[in-house]
Each structure stands twice: as structure tokens, then as C-alpha cells.
């Protein structure tokens, strides 16, 4: 590596640095303004909010922005670098084209590698803090208003909910059948399912229990029991953008748990799992994209380069949105979904590098 290679990484890291910073600046102001009611309405300190929201608000929001700051500062550095004269004298000098990406595609290295674990085991936690504070200061209360909920706990039992009053964490008119081999083993009717936090275990009121052994029938009534089973009280909370808030192994356990109870929303969790490996690529796509675009001086300056650069990674989000919407509602398989913005990029990068003089 050259001198005038850690001079361009030097410069589009610190680049893509400051650029995350002012945007994140802007969002934090426009944010504080829109939730500021809510904050002096519980009378919240600006220090409290600081360090419990924005703080873990702040590494999220950086992570998603991360295309776009990314494109915006290899579009800015190369642009200034044309407008500068500095890629013709590099060319001049006998630098191939393809051998002036190569510290770009160091830094996107870098930068996806960095991204990656930050979304993979950073921001996660970050994000069960940020959701804890939303729900308890911003959100309205969450009411669990499923009926007939059946779910399969184990892969010989399943549980089923007339309906479940999250706020008291009490299901109505419960019943656990136990099934082997198509066979009915024992089945468990009770009035009511009590999650009780001091025990972390349910306490079924109410209940009959009725075995088969032998093709004979054994009943046993009770008042109350306790026991524990594979679901528990946070399985009925809110579970909007969950996802976000679990790490990569949690959410291969969350996936298997999900698949074993023939859940409907599994989707969900697999598509956030391959986009998480796939941001990285994008990262590198994109770096180079912004350099190839960016690479020949344009009579608009730096500002109409710039200007196309918000454009383009705008619409690799909205590619990104789009992707996800489709994988989610299971008309594209959650790994082709996570991968199609990166193959339209990379496809777009190759004809701009056709194209672009060298």
C-alpha cells in the first residue's frame, strides 16, 4: 500500500465520519423537537434522555444511514479530487483506473466489516434499550388483542388461548394437549393462565386434567398448579421491530423457536438475518459506484455529484424497502430478497464502469 492509497482512506474515512455525524446531528434535532412533549410531560431531564435514548439512538440510525453517508463521501472525496486535478495527475503518472479503486475498496471493506458487527451485536443491544425507553415515555400502551391463539410449545404439545389480557398477563379459557404419535397423551383445561414474575413460571387456575393411558381416562381437578412452559409472558408484548433488537445467534435460536411452532411471521426474522450479512456488500458496491460516478469532473461541480449520489442511494433504499415487502409477504425467498438491491447495484456498477472514461 502507497502512500497516496492511505491518503484517499484517510480522507474518505474521515470524510464518511463527519458526514455520519452532521446528518445524525440533524435527525437528533428534528427527533428531539417531535418527542419533547412526551419527555416534559413525564418531566424527563435532558441528561436522562440523553444517556437511556439517544445514546442507543444514535448507533441505529448511523447503522441504517449507512448507505447513503457512505456513497455521499466517496462521491464527495473522489469529486473534490477531480475538481482538483489529483485523478488526472494519478492517471498521468500510469495508475490504471482500476488500480485508483483499490484504496476505495480498502475503505468499504473497513467500513462494512465495522458496520457488520456493529449490527450484528452492537446495535441489537442498543436497540432493547431504546425500545424499553419508547414504550415506557413515547408509545401508547399495547394491548394484546389476538382471539383463538393456537400455539405449538414443543413438538408434541401445543397450547391454545380463547384470548390474553396483556396487561394483567392472564390467558382465558386455556387448554395444553400433549400428542404422540397421533395419539391424544394427556390434555389440560383450565379457566384461566396467570404469568407470575416472581416464580417466572405460569399458575393455571381452575383446571381438569385429563389423561389417557391403556385406552383409560384418568380426570384429576385442582384449584391451582404450577408449571412452566416454552412461551412466556414477553411472548404476548409488543413485537413490533423486534428484530431489531436481537443479535445474529439470537436470532438463529428466535428463527428455530418461530419454525417449530409454525408461526406465520417467520419471515420476518430470516429477511433481517440475511440483510445483515448483505449490508456489508452494499457497502462495497456502493463505495464504488459513488467513485466511478464521481471519478471524471462535471460541469456541475461537486454539487450536481453529490446531489445524484443522494438520488442513487435513496433508491438503493427504496430497493432495500421494496425487497423486504415482497420476501415478507412470501412472493420472493427471504435470501433472493436480501440479495436483489446488491445485484441491481452491481449490475448499475458495471455498465457506469463501462461507460465511464478511463
Known amino acids: 500500500m502507497k502512500i497516496l492509497d492511505l491518503y484517499i482512506i484517510k480522507k474518505l474515512l474521515s470524510t464518511f465520519l463527519f458526514v455520519v455525524i452532521i446528518l445524525i446531528s440533524i435527525i437528533c434535532v428534528i427527533d428531539y423537537t417531535e418527542k419533547n412533549q412526551d419527555f416534559i410531560k413525564h418531566s424527563l431531564q435532558f441528561g436522562f434522555v440523553f444517556k437511556e435514548y439517544y445514546l442507543n439512538f444514535i448507533p ?99 397450547a391454545y388461548f380463547e384470548s390474553y389480557n396483556s396487561d394483567i398477563k392472564t390467558g382465558y379459557q386455556f387448554a395444553l394437549e400433549t400428542i404422540d404419535s397421533n395419539k391424544l397423551v394427556n390434555k389440560i383445561k383450565a379457566d384461566r393462565l396467570v404469568w407470575m414474575d416472581s416464580l417466572q413460571k405460569w399458575r393455571i387456575e381452575n383446571y381438569t386434567l385429563r389423561e389417557f393411558k391403556n385406552n383409560v381416562e384418568s380426570v384429576k381437578k385442582g384449584a391451582t398448579i404450577d408449571t412452566v412452559l416454552d412461551i412466556t409472558a414477553k411472548d404476548f408484548e409488543s413485537q413490533h421491530m423486534i428484530h431489531e433488537t ?103 456498477g458495471v455498465l457506469l464502469y463501462k461507460t465511464v472514461p478511463k
Open 60 to 158: 441505529y440510525m448511523a447503522n441504517m444511514l449507512s448507505p447513503i453517508t457512505v456513497f455521499i463521501s466517496t462521491v464527495f472525496v473522489t469529486a473534490r479530487l477531480a475538481s482538483h486535478t489529483e485523478l488526472i495527475g494519478m492517471l498521468n503518472s500510469g495508475m490504471s483506473f482500476r488500480r485508483l479503486m483499490f484504496p476505495y475498496l480498502v475503505s468499504s471493506i473497513i467500513i462494512g466489516i465495522v458496520i457488520f458487527l456493529f449490527g450484528a451485536y452492537v446495535i441489537p443491544k442498543a436497540n432493547k434499550k431504546r425500545r424499553a425507553f419508547e414504550n415506557a415515555y413515547v408509545n401508547t400502551g399495547y394491548y394484546y388483542d389476538a382471539r383463538n391463539v393456537h400455539i405449538k410449545i414443543s413438538p408434541t404439545s401445543y
Open 246 to 348: 436481537m443479535t445474529i445467534n439470537e436470532l438463529d435460536k428466535h428463527i428455530q423457536k418461530l419454525q417449530q411452532r409454525g408461526a406465520e411471521n417467520v419471515s420476518t426474522f430470516v429477511i433481517e438475518k440475511y440483510e445483515r450479512y448483505t449490508y456489508p456488500f452494499a457497502i462495497i458496491i456502493l463505495t464504488l459506484i459513488g467513485f466511478i460516478m464521481s471519478a471524471r469532473k462535471s460541469r456541475g461541480g461537486v454539487a450536481l455529484q453529490i446531489s445524484l449520489g443522494f438520488i442513487l442511494a435513496f433508491a438503493y433504499i427504496l430497493f432495500v424497502i421494496m425487497s423486504r415487502t415482497i420476501s415478507g409477504a412470501g412472493d420472493l425467498h427471504p435470501l433472493l430478497g436480501a440479495w436483489v438491491p446488491n445485484i441491481i447495484f452491481s449490475f448499475i
